[in-house]
């Protein structure tokens, strides 16, 4: 069974930037690992992916801004966010798949999920 646990959210002004931080365990092949958010009264959207290989995707909304990585060694997703701006004011959640990624970014195709970390960006 894939665990998920996401760290690295909090309070940040805008123009600042935060790292979130994904630890996986349990899984035996996973193919595709993403971020998602969910801002309150909203949809879960995409926000970036990262394939086995490396290859990452991101939506329009954070192009040029966000980075996905991925350490393998430590079983672990990154999300570094600069130049942050309200609206990417969320809950942010690691999630991860058996599939390769392919876009667009639907959550409903994720098998495992973490429980969430906050960011809130102020203005």
């Known amino acids: 069974q894939v665990q998920l646990v996401e760290s690295g959210g909090g309070s940040v002004q805008s123009g600042g930037s935060l790292r979130l931080s994904c630890a996986a365990s349990?899984?035996?092949?996973?193919?595709?690992m993403g971020w998602f958010r969910q801002a309150r009264g909203k949809e879960r959207e995409g926000v970036a992916t990262?394939?086995?290989?490396?290859?990452?995707y991101y939506a329009d909304s954070v192009k040029g801004r966000f980075t996905i990585s991925q350490e393998n060694a430590k079983n672990t997703l990154y999300l570094q966010m600069n130049s942050l701006k309200p609206e990417d004011t969320a809950m942010y959640y690691c999630?991860?798949?058996?599939?390769?990624?392919?876009?667009?970014?639907?959550?409903?195709?994720?098998?495992?999920w973490g429980q969430g970390t906050q960011v809130t960006v102020s203005s």
């Open positions: 999630a991860a798949r058996g599939t390769l990624c392919s876009r667009p970014i639907y959550a409903s195709t994720y098998n495992y």
């Open positions: 349990g899984y035996t092949s996973v193919d595709c």
């Open positions: 990262i394939s086995h290989t490396g290859a990452t």
